[in-house]
């Protein structure tokens, strides 16, 4: 069975920095693509970044490019997500989500869902 877990959510003021974590269990780590959404209130989930384990290839989406870094520690079988430079509108829960090999913009395409992680930035 596959599993993620998504942690180190908590309230941060703007312009601070957080790092998110996501640890998997339950597939080969080397065969996965690893992304993490985030949904705020009245909007529609977004992803946001995204890295395949094999050969730490990386995408971000126009929102968080240059302020957030995905990365993997494939021995840990963890993914994290360094965020900086945060705004009030990163605000949101965060999901980390997995799926075979590749990585894919629309979260429907995606198998394997964590529970998510708050974060708030505060003004």
């Known amino acids: 069975e596959v599993q993620l877990q998504a942690s180190g959510g908590g309230l941060v003021q703007a312009g601070g920095s957080l790092r998110l974590s996501c640890a998997v269990s339950?597939?080969?780590?080397?065969?996965?693509?690893i992304a993490w959404f985030r949904q705020a209130p009245g909007k529609e989930r977004e992803g946001i970044a995204c890295i395949v384990s094999d050969n730490d290839d990386t995408v971000y989406s126009d929102s968080v490019k240059g302020r957030f870094t995905i990365a993997s520690d494939n021995a840990k079988n963890t993914v994290y997500l360094q965020m900086n430079s945060l705004k009030p509108e990163d605000t949101a829960v965060y999901y980390c989500?997995?799926?075979?090999?590749?990585?894919?913009?629309?979260?429907?395409?995606?198998?394997?869902w964590g529970q998510g992680t708050l974060v708030t930035v505060s003004s």
């Open positions: 989500a997995a799926r075979y090999i590749r990585c894919a913009a629309i979260g429907q395409m995606y198998n394997s």
């Open positions: 339950g597939l080969t780590f080397g065969n996965s693509a």
